[in-house]
């Protein structure tokens, strides 16, 4: 099977981008190392050890494997730029959890295309990746020739920008691989500029990659991942962020003129929920509400703790009788923030 083959397969099951990479090591894999030295992943354990080791290349997870088919799904929808929205009332949510969770749509698709390529080609072996496997998904899509990776750490196609998700196929057959994408951003520093909590730092490594993520700073990182309490110091960066950050990337050039999905999953269901009515919900509501959604993994406890910060630094006093509700409530954690959310509320003049 020839490669040009495997992506007209690609594009025949829905996947908007493809192509193919060598196995091995690549530059980004080299720096990642450095990455976690420096403490960049935070409380992401997930990202070390044994599963950051498997991280070095992609014969880690696949012996056999003899190229890597990287994929691409637009998840954009015509929403407008979260942080252009301006609201005392709402939070704001990243654009990719705006409908349902990606990982099973992209899972699907990718053992579509394994039997697709299989009645072609034959049996193979292969292994299906979609972001929790412990690989490095941007660098492969960038030396597939998806994209570059930007300043902002974001995986970047010239025609159709950054809002798009990443899956993979680790294969046994032996595929030619593409060029990767040159470095676009030039000399542009919109993404680090915007960033309100410079999360992105350079590397200054000559070819390698340009920036990286400070996650410990990152908003994403709080709102997602963070299992405790947000750092006191940055909770007034949060702005009205609940779940993710899109700022890095609302600013890029590159997703000025991005084509939007008609995949019903992906259509908006959380795009700018109402904080008064997400204070209120239950842990039961909550589980019923997102279920479906990435929202889901910042779980009860974490998602309301993002949610009084949120109503603490939208200095709407509307909030406090729900915030002093909250104050009191048993969990410690969303206790907390809520007398912070108060206290932010009332101190201002
Ligand atoms: S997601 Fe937000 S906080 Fe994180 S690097 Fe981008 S702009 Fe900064
Ligand atoms: S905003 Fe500019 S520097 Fe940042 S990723 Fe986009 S093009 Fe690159």
Known sequence: MDSATVKSLARETGFDLAGIAAPGPTLESLFYPEWLAAGFHGEMSYLEGRRGDLRAAAHELLPSAKSVISLGLIYDTPGPSTSAVDTETQGWV???AWGEDYHDVIRKLLYELVERIEAAAGPFDSKVCVDTAPLLERAYAHHAGLGWIGKNTCLINQQIGSWVFLGEILTSLELQPDDPAPFRCGTCTRCIDACPTDALVPVGLPDGPSHALDA??????????????????DRASLGPHIFGCDICQDVCPWNRRTPATDRPEFQPMHMLPELAELAQLTEQQFNERFALSPIERARYQGFLRNVTVAMGNSGNRDFLPLLERLAANPDALIGEHAQWAIERITAAP
């Open 216 to 233: 410990t700073k990152c908003i994403s990182y709080w709102t997602i991942e963070l299992r405790g309490p947000i750092p006191r110091e």
């Open 94 to 96: 990243s654009r990719y």
